[in-house]
């Protein structure tokens, strides 16, 4: 049994991930195993009938691996388990060499780095922010930690040399209180990409989101007003011989979120929450799946800079890790 092809690493996971295989001789009964290196689990077995050869796509039985609810934890710079899939898929007792798929769009080999949207952002105590960096070669990082505009410590660290994407995750919690701004360089084959905070205090009622790009990157900011509140009611009512009776009423609370003064490109890269399928409030840590409501982006103009406001309510979905 040969596998006569099979994917690229980090082949994009929106299209077909197709492995082809020749028995070499007709088989009543092969079994196709799908597995999560990783985890060393059996994602699927999918049983062919009378084949010689075949063709089998294995992007339906990905999902499961590519989990959003470990994308992190206290380390400063760490592997960023749930955000790629290892995968190995064994046919008749042969293996195939070892593949990695990602919503992150990389080029297999050439390093890059997922920032968020806005590449400078307000971060309070208790707030994370996360970069994401594939560094096949090795890499480099620098986090300066100002005072004003001296420079009162600098965290360095060597990014190993990995196959896998690794999550860089900024906490002001771990840095000096004294602190009221961070520079964070991250180099990569000789390209620099800078990322800066400003700590600020944290503002009573403000709102921190998490979303999922379309480009399959995590993305982090906080609205710093949360202005109104109302409620929508559901209500199933029947009626009887004593008229109408409510037998049923849910009440959802609408929260109307309202960013900081920006630029105009600013609010449009931001604005790009609205089409996420995937979004959280973060809770101190603790987050919870919201629907967007808003359709549209709703821009207040203020002259140079403008702001977004939007609309979520809490979702019965899940929750996020970080």
């Not at 010689?52 to 994308?71: E, H, K, T």
């Not at 410590?153 to 602190?179: F, G, N, R, W, Y």
């Not at 049923?248 to 003064?261: E, F, G």
């Not at 490109?265 to 931001?270: C, D, N, Q, T, Y």
Request: overall charge negative.
């Amino acid at each position: 049994m040969i596998f006569t092809s099979i994917p690229d690493n980090y082949a994009p996971i929106t299209a077909p991930l197709l492995y082809h295989f020749d028995l070499e001789e007709e088989r009543q009964v092969v079994d196709v195993k799908i597995i999560d290196a990783t985890r060393s689990e059996t994602l699927a077995i999918k049983r062919l009938y009378n084949r010689q050869s075949a063709v089998v796509d294995i992007q339906p039985y990905i999902a499961r691996c590519l989990d959003y609810r470990s994308v992190g934890n206290e380390a400063l710079l760490s592997v960023a388990e749930g955000l790629f899939a290892k995968i190995i898929v064994e046919v008749d007792g042969v293996s195939s060499d070892e593949r990695i798929f990602s919503p992150y769009r990389v080029e297999s080999g050439c390093g890059t780095l997922f920032q968020t949207t806005l590449k400078s952002q307000n971060l309070s105590q208790g707030e994370s922010d996360y970069i994401i960096v594939y560094a096949p070669n090795g890499g480099s990082a620098f986090i300066d930690s100002y005072a004003g505009e001296e420079v009162i410590d600098t965290i360095s660290m060597a990014i190993e040399a990995m196959p896998e994407l690794q999550i860089l995750k900024i906490a002001p919690s771990q840095i000096s209180a004294d602190v009221d701004s961070i520079l964070v360089e991250v180099d990569i084959e000789g390209v620099f990409y800078y990322q800066s905070y400003h700590i600020v205090p944290k503002i009573e009622g403000s709102t921190r989101l998490i979303w999922v790009a379309e480009d399959g990157s995590l993305q982090l900011y906080t609205f710093p007003i949360c202005r109104t509140r109302r409620s929508l009611v559901e209500k199933h009512r029947v009626e009887g011989r004593e008229g109408m009776r409510t037998t049923h009423s849910r009440a959802q609370v609408v929260r109307t979120l309202i960013s900081d003064y920006g630029t105009a490109s600013e609010m449009e890269s931001l604005g790009e929450i609205l089409a996420s399928k995937l979004v959280w409030i973060d809770k101190d840590g603790r987050c919870e799946k919201v629907d967007v409501l808003s359709t549209e982006s709703v821009v207040r103009y203020g002259g140079v800079l403008n702001s977004l406001q939007v609309e979520v309510q809490m979702s019965r979905g899940g929750g996020l890790a970080l």
